[in-house]
């Protein structure tokens, strides 16, 4: 058994690290390129006194506390950063779509900063938040989806705002938006659609951008095909997704947003008949237990905190509290990825750790220690949304691949 670690390029930091073991190739199919789409879709783009012929894209990754920019001219990374954004900042807010106008300064922004002119752009994309299930791949983004993304009858998260912004910045200058395998893919087998009460449907709700593509990346590393191997894909980030990948299809998963192991800030699944006692208790509104359980459940609803890193601190300085916390969500992620596991009948090509609290040595070794019986532990700190971002615009104006319409049909992007 052993563990393989890739440090993920933090934003910003240049692809020709000796310390990064996945390459980043550029895509190579231009000689593909419909010569339509070509003149349509290249661009002059000059860049301190330099012109080149190329595609550029917009990637943009809104999360609950953050939005993450980056832009790209084909594969290659121009420019890169992370916006934090203070509870204060996003608290004044009431209702996510406020937060348009606030985060859509911030992307303007950054491009000012960087003395980037959006008329240099091809394509923006922007992550996919909650939406009707959908197959994976890159969608056009279409009014029906911005009203499914606006008014959050999927559910609310960040992501949500992925195709709004990206949209609103496209539209100024008349190129398409995008959103690349979003939150809402479903490759689920049908077994595992059933919750086990009728009325109730499971759906599948995940981290499918930053999974799919480390997938990819640790597939092309062993040298197989990804519909050749099955992995126990997790990606912990503030939400914790598990998924069982079958040859490339993510056939069952936590819902990242709804249950399974507990999270820095998600309660995960919770016994049932207490939580019902609960929503009659009289002390909360349905929204307001909603949020609790999604955005103040979990660790933080031990210990105050949703940074792993903070509670980590406190643990290793003997805060016994932080220290059985902790060990609880490695427990439970655990018992999960066991879970998987059985979805795929055992036949485990590997385990693979990614997201933001993969770059916890804390976390992942007391993980490990617990799966590592299932076969190779792959680690991959952090995540690979932005660039994945990219390469899925790219991949469907390079004329690669049929951009998808929300209602399912694949095209030619127009
Ligand atoms: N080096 C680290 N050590 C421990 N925890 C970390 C580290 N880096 C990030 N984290 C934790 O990861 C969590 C956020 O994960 P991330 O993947 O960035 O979230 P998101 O899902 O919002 O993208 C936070 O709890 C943060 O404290
Ligand atoms: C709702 C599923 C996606 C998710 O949990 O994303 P974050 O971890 O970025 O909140």
Same mark, same amino acid.
């Given at each position: 058994?052993? $563990?393989?670690?890739?440090? !993920?390029?933090?934003?910003? +930091?240049?692809?020709?690290?000796?310390?990064?073991?996945?390459?980043?190739?550029?895509?190579?199919?231009?000689?593909? *390129?419909?010569?339509?789409?070509?003149?349509?879709?290249?661009?002059?783009?000059?860049?301190?006194?330099?012109?080149? @012929?190329?595609?550029?894209?917009?990637?943009?990754?809104?999360?609950?506390?953050?939005?993450?920019?980056?832009?790209?001219?084909?594969?290659?990374? *121009? =420019?890169?950063?992370?916006?934090?954004?203070?509870?204060?900042?996003?608290?004044?807010?009431?209702?996510? !779509?406020?937060?348009?106008?606030?985060? %859509?300064?911030?992307?303007? $922004? =950054?491009?000012?900063?960087?003395?980037?002119?959006?008329?240099?752009?091809?394509?923006?994309?922007?992550?996919?938040? &909650? &939406?009707?299930?959908?197959? #994976?791949?890159?969608?056009?983004?279409?009014?029906?989806?911005?009203?499914?993304?606006?008014?959050?009858?999927?559910?609310?998260?960040?992501?949500?705002?992925? #195709?709004?912004?990206? =949209?609103?910045?496209?539209?100024?200058?008349?190129?398409?938006?995008?959103? /690349?395998?979003? /939150?809402?893919?479903?490759? =689920?087998?049908?077994?595992?659609? *059933?919750?086990?009460?009728?009325?109730?449907?499971?759906?599948?709700?995940?981290?499918?951008?930053?999974?799919?593509?480390?997938?990819?990346?640790? !597939?092309?590393?062993?040298?197989?095909?990804?519909?050749?191997?099955?992995?126990?894909?997790?990606? %912990?980030?503030?939400?914790?997704? @598990?998924?069982?990948?079958?040859?490339?299809?993510?056939?069952? /998963?936590?819902?990242?947003?709804?249950?399974?192991?507990?999270?820095?800030?998600?309660?995960?699944?919770?016994?049932?008949? +207490? %939580?019902?006692?609960?929503?009659? #208790?009289?002390?909360?509104?349905?929204?307001?237990?909603?949020?609790?359980?999604?955005?103040?459940?979990?660790?933080?609803?031990?210990?105050?905190?949703?940074?792993?890193?903070?509670?980590?601190?406190?643990?290793?300085?003997?805060?016994?509290?932080?220290?059985?916390?902790?060990?609880?969500?490695?427990?439970?992620?655990?018992?999960?990825?066991? !879970?998987?596991?059985?979805?795929?009948?055992?036949? @485990?090509?590997?385990?693979?750790? $990614?997201?933001?609290?993969?770059?916890?040595?804390?976390?992942?070794?007391?993980?490990?220690?617990? @799966?590592?019986?299932?076969?190779?532990?792959?680690?991959?700190?952090?995540?690979?949304?932005?660039?994945?971002?990219?390469?899925?615009?790219?991949?469907?104006?390079?004329?690669?691949?049929?951009?998808?319409?929300?209602?399912? +049909?694949?095209?030619?992007?127009?």
């Amino acid at each position: 058994m052993r $563990t393989e670690r890739w440090p !993920a390029l933090s934003l910003g +930091q240049k692809c020709h690290s000796s310390s990064i073991r996945v390459p980043i190739r550029p895509r190579q199919s231009l000689h593909r *390129l419909h010569s339509r789409l070509s003149r349509h879709r290249t661009r002059q783009f000059r860049y301190k006194g330099v012109t080149t @012929v190329s595609k550029c894209i917009l990637a943009i990754n809104p999360g609950s506390t953050s939005t993450k920019l980056a832009i790209y001219e084909d594969m290659k990374l *121009l =420019f890169a950063k992370t916006i934090r954004h203070g509870e204060e900042d996003l608290n004044r807010f009431r209702r996510l !779509a406020d937060q348009i106008p606030f985060r %859509l300064q911030a992307v303007k $922004t =950054f491009m000012e900063e960087n003395g980037f002119d959006s008329a240099s752009l091809s394509g923006v994309a922007g992550r996919g938040g &909650l &939406l009707k299930p959908l197959q #994976s791949g890159t969608y056009e983004v279409c009014e029906a989806m911005l009203e499914d993304a606006r008014t959050g009858v999927f559910g609310e998260h960040a992501s949500n705002l992925g #195709s709004i912004l990206a =949209f609103e910045i496209a539209s100024e200058v008349g190129i398409p938006a995008f959103i /690349v395998d979003p /939150v809402g893919v479903d490759e =689920f087998i049908p077994e595992a659609r *059933l919750s086990g009460f009728a009325g109730i449907k499971r759906k599948s709700q995940l981290h499918a951008l930053n999974m799919k593509a480390v997938s990819r990346k640790i !597939a092309s590393e062993i040298g197989r095909p990804l519909d050749e191997l099955n992995f126990v894909v997790v990606h %912990l980030g503030a939400g914790i997704s @598990v998924a069982a990948q079958k040859r490339g299809k993510l056939i069952d /998963v936590n819902n990242a947003d709804n249950e399974g192991p507990f999270s820095p800030e998600r309660a995960g699944t919770l016994p049932l008949k +207490q %939580l019902i006692s609960l929503c009659y #208790s009289g002390k909360y509104t349905e929204k307001e237990l909603i949020h609790l359980v999604t955005r103040r459940g979990g660790v933080c609803s031990y210990l105050g905190t949703k940074s792993v890193m903070d509670a980590e601190e406190r643990a290793l300085a003997g805060d016994a509290e932080a220290e059985l916390v902790l060990r609880a969500m490695v427990h439970q992620i655990a018992k999960e990825i066991g !879970a998987m596991a059985t979805v795929l009948d055992g036949e @485990v090509d590997g385990v693979i750790l $990614t997201g933001g609290l993969a770059h916890s040595d804390y976390i992942i070794v007391r993980i490990k220690k617990r @799966v590592e019986f299932l076969g190779n532990v792959y680690v991959f700190p952090g995540e690979e949304e932005l660039e994945a971002l990219a390469a899925g615009a790219l991949r469907v104006l390079n004329g690669e691949e049929l951009v998808l319409r929300y209602s399912g +049909q694949r095209e030619e992007v127009r």
